[in-house]
């Protein structure tokens, strides 16, 4: 599978947002609790505003540049917290679909008739990120912190917004999150001046009890760029869903 189709269809998976008219009050979704004053109290806070759904099923189109490749695919995306993320990519007929779960991702194209197995380092060399584990996964996609905040972070109030800085042997963390939803507007994960990775969050709307992007901008550096942004036209969280997911007879292994 060439680079383009093998960016996009674990971005199809990975990233993921939703998209809703604000329905009801905002009480138990903004925050009214005191403004953090250290990582201690940041921590606390977000704790107390988990994830909630048991099924995530969005609809949404993604445009993915590299600089030599310019494609725009319409994306089902079906994740089930904790478990399994389902996608599906479509250009008026499906081209991609990609099962990703705690171990692995398996790819199938459509056109090609092959698959592919993507084991999880594999997948964290494409994206550019180290330790990408399937929780920290699903955080990104709901623009939580993907990894444990380290107590001895940097901590900073701008505006309306928390920020927070790390540094570890493997990489530097810069986060910002907003005040009240708790969520945050932007993560940069860096290994160095030419390989980063930048995710901006934007246009957050109300699903259920809790505040997801309708917007998000992604830049991976690997050092070559590459652009995708995601914007969500629909999204349901129902109790049950199905992932339907087999890889026919015919289909050869991708080398």
Known sequence: MNKPALILTILSALVLSSCAS???????????????TDIASLKKQLG?????YSWLITEAELDYDDGSSDITANLAIRNRKDSVIWASANK???AVRILFNKDSAIILNRLQKNYSVLAIPDIDK????????FHSVQNIL???????????SRFS???????VESQSPLYKEIIVIDKSMMRMLQYRYEKNMKEYVVINYSNYKQAGDQYLPNII???IHTPDKIHITLNVSGYSLPKNGDVPF???ASYTKAQ
Do not use: C, W
């Open 22 to 36: 604000i329905r009801g009050g905002l009480s138990g979704i903004i925050s009214n609790e005191p403004a953090a």
């Open 48 to 52: 107390s505003h988990p994830e909630k």
């Open 92 to 94: 008026m007929i499906e």
């Open 126 to 133: 494409t994206l550019g990120m180290n330790n990408l584990g």
């Open 142 to 152: 709901l623009g939580i912190p993907p990894f444990e905040i380290d107590n001895n």
């Open 157 to 163: 109030l701008v505006k309306d917004s928390y920020k």
């Open 217 to 219: 901008d992604v830049e």
């Open 246 to 248: 087999q890889i026919p």
